[in-house]
Nanobody
Framework: QVQLVESGGGLVQAGGSLRLSCAAS????????MAWFRQAPGKERGVVAF????????RYLDSVKGRFTISRDSAKNTVYLQMNSLKPEDTAVYYC????????????????????WGQGTQVTVSS
């Protein structure tokens, strides 16, 4: 069992920054690839960023490339999402998710590939 707890969400003006954190407890953190998903009202949950269990592979949603950075700290069992140049369309509930490693890269975009989820944190970007 892996428990995931997100923090760092909030209200920010367009162009601002936020850093989301996801603290993991339970089974060995390094055995899991991690991802951030988001879900806006009336829309499906979709992947924003992915990082492999070793941290050497990352993937991003096209619309956040160059603005968002995912990273992980094994010593702290924590994964981060640094979000810069935020836009109103980034407004959503952001979820941290974990899946056992290894995982085929084609599968990282499917929520069904992830076994554990956090409770979500709201990010609201005002224009």
């Amino acid at each position: 069992q892996v428990q995931l707890v997100e923090s760092g969400g909030g209200l920010v003006q367009a162009g601002g920054s936020l850093r989301l954190s996801c603290a993991a407890s339970g089974r060995t953190f390094n055995n899991y690839a991690m991802a951030w998903f988001r879900q806006a009202p009336g829309k499906e949950r979709g992947v924003v960023a992915f990082v492999s269990s070793t941290g050497d592979t990352t993937r991003y949603l096209d619309s956040v490339k160059g603005r968002f950075t995912i990273s992980r700290d094994s010593a702290k069992n924590t994964v981060y999402l640094q979000m810069n140049s935020l836009k109103p369309e980034d407004t959503a509930v952001y979820y941290c998710a974990a899946c056992p490693s290894p995982i085929f890269l084609l599968k990282i975009y499917s929520p069904g590939s992830y076994e554990y989820w956090g409770q979500g944190t709201q990010v609201t970007v005002s224009s």
